[in-house]
């Protein structure tokens, strides 16, 4: 079965330091990868994907991931932390079945310090 | 502007009570989603439509229907059976690629 494990319920940088979110999943054939960000009381906007083309993905807001098949992980990473990066974020696989249904990682706060 | 409209964006309800939370989509998808978010675990699937008027249960369908007349709506409606509806509920569709687009989400509180 698949899954998708995110390290760490809570991360803390300062404004300006490297953000790095992890995230190992499972699954038994080559997945379709997503990285999700949540603003309190909103819905969940995609940052970026990975499916199975270019292993360095970019997103928006100056955010990237790397598929690494060996790790079986899709770290998300910033250079430089800005105190609207301050949110929710949230890693996903899609099953592997004829519908797009998405496994959600348990997520993880990011907080930004002044 | 297309996207994925929910309404209301808070509801309460009272104990025994159904209640029944709107999506509606002018994106021309497919299919359609409803997650349920709890703090500290992430979204989990309820139920999902891939076309009109047939849809599947997800991973905790107990006490929640849905019913899709339409390829723009889905909306979902939470049961008395449902023991603990407190919660963030996301709506979601997608159409042939293999990621979701979500809307702005309903609050559920039981009073």
């Known amino acids: 079965a698949q899954s998708v494990t995110q390290l760490g319920s809570h991360v803390s940088v300062s404004e300006g330091a490297l953000v790095l979110l992890r995230c190992n999943y499972s699954?038994?054939?080559?997945?379709?990868l997503f990285w999700y960000v949540q603003y309190p009381n909103q819905g969940l906007q995609l940052l970026l994907k990975y499916t199975s083309a270019a292993t360095l993905v970019k997103g928006i807001n100056g955010f990237e991931a790397e598929f690494k098949k060996s790790e079986t992980s899709f770290h998300l990473t910033k250079p430089s932390a800005h105190m609207s990066d301050a949110a929710e974020y949230f890693c996903?696989?899609?099953?592997?079945?004829?519908?797009?249904?998405?496994?959600f990682g348990s997520g993880t706060r990011l907080l930004v310090r002044p | 502007d297309g996207g994925i409209t929910q309404s209301p964006k808070y509801l309460f309800r009272k104990e025994g009570q159904n209640v029944t939370l709107s999506c509606e989509q002018n994106?021309?998808?497919?299919?359609m989603y409803w997650y349920r978010q709890d703090p500290g675990q992430g979204l989990r699937l309820i139920y999902y439509s891939q076309i009109v008027n047939d849809f599947q249960k997800g991973d905790i369908a107990e006490g929640y229907s849905v019913s899709r007349e339409k390829k723009e709506s889905f909306p979902l409606t939470v049961t008395s059976a449902q023991k603990n509806p407190t919660a963030f509920y996301l709506c979601?569709?997608?159409?042939?690629?293999?990621?979701?687009?979500f809307g702005q989400g309903t609050r559920l509180t039981v009073v």
């Open positions: 979601a569709s997608s159409t042939g690629v293999p990621e979701a687009f």
């Open positions: 994106l021309n998808h497919d299919a």
């Open positions: 996903a696989v899609n099953r592997m079945d004829s519908s797009y249904k998405l496994i």
């Open positions: 699954s038994s054939v080559p997945p379709y």
